[in-house]
């Protein structure tokens, strides 16, 4: 349970809204800049592709085959 | 040829689905599919998993039918009609054709429970046991080369290790509209034998003779929905008190 700093009257409230009790950070206090954009205009972190993109992908799947008799 | 058993147990064990209630979730079948490729025999495999041209081998399938009750019209008219889910395994029947087929004793009905099973190092995949089974519950796996059934989950209802609720076929275990159900159809005083004289339960197909262990429950009937009562209406919400009042008062400030 979050609660706020104490009022006058020494009471603390929920950090939630008070009627919905939704979660709330009413004391949360932000800072916004603009930064520097990323080398090559790239989202980060890039990745290569999958498998499944690159398709390598199995012919054909036994999973299971592991936990039976070995042929 | 190989000879079903004689004399044969009394214990007849088999499931008995209600198509009334199966919704056609497919959680049998995937689970099925999931205990079953780890378990008893050869993986249940699939070719091509990842392309256009899936295909692999199941011991449950589920077909689903629009059918049209007597009198009823097509569902875009008069919304009468209703689909019908049904799962299809093996009925694991008395007189197995499948069994009879088999060329090397591979595929046998085992005497003291009825269960019908393959011992796979004896099948050699010739697929007759397909051909014969009047119901297409067989699927030979392509990659083991040998033919895979349901094994009414022989490894989970005698496993001591398991919780009694656990000692049931998987399909069974999972089915969250407790379609369906397993038991003894051989003792008329079983549950399962219950309810399938309290519903009527029927054989699949009984004029093939094969005499399925396996018994379905018919959708009961139902009114169309257009001859439901009209849900009440909410009287006034004027003279409200306590939290409704509150409610109502916390509503009309938005």
């Known amino acids: 349970m979050n609660l706020l700093p104490p009022k006058g009257d020494g009471m603390r409230w929920s950090n939630s809204d008070p009627v919905t009790g939704q979660a709330a950070w009413f004391d949360l206090r932000v800072r916004i800049e603009k930064a520097d954009g990323p080398p090559g205009d790239l989202a980060h972190p890039q990745f290569e592709p999958t498998w499944y993109r690159t398709g390598d992908v199995p012919e054909e799947l036994r999973y299971g085959q592991e936990w039976g008799k070995t042929e | ?254």
Not at chain 2, 38 to 52: T, V
Not at chain 2, 124 to 145: H, K, V
């Open chain 2, 1 to 254: 040829m190989t000879s079903l058993p004689e004399p044969r147990g009394a214990k007849k064990l088999g499931l008995v689905i209600d198509l009334d209630t199966c919704v056609g979730c497919h959680a049998c079948v995937v689970n099925c599919k999931e205990w079953n490729t780890g378990g008893y025999g050869a993986a249940l495999s699939d070719q091509d998993p990842y392309g256009a041209d899936v295909s692999g081998a199941w011991l449950n399938r589920i077909h689903t039918f629009e059918v049209v009750p007597e009198g009823g019209e097509v569902i875009g008219e008069a919304g009468e009609a209703r689909v019908v889910h049904f799962p299809k395994s093996c009925l694991h029947c008395e007189d197995a054709p499948c069994v009879t087929v088999c060329p090397t004793g591979a595929s046998y009905k085992r005497a003291e429970d009825g269960i019908v099973l393959v011992d796979e190092d004896k099948c050699i995949g010739c697929g007759l046991c397909a051909w014969a089974c009047a119901y297409g519950a067989r699927e030979m796996d392509l990659a083991a080369g040998v033919m895979k059934k349901c094994t009414l989950c022989v490894d989970r209802i005698y496993n001591e290790t398991f919780a009694e609720e656990d000692r049931v076929p998987a399909c069974v275990r999972t089915c969250p509209a407790n379609a369906r159900h397993f038991g003894d159809l051989g003792d008329p005083a079983s549950e399962v034998s219950k309810l399938v004289a309290e519903r009527g339960g029927f054989d699949l197909m009984p004029e093939q003779d094969n005499r399925p262990v396996n018994k379905y429950l018919p959708p009961r009937p139902r009114k169309p929905l257009s001859d439901a009562a009209p849900l009440p209406q909410a009287a006034g919400t004027d003279g409200a008190t306590g939290f409704f009042g509150w409610l109502d008062r916390a509503l009309d400030r938005f």
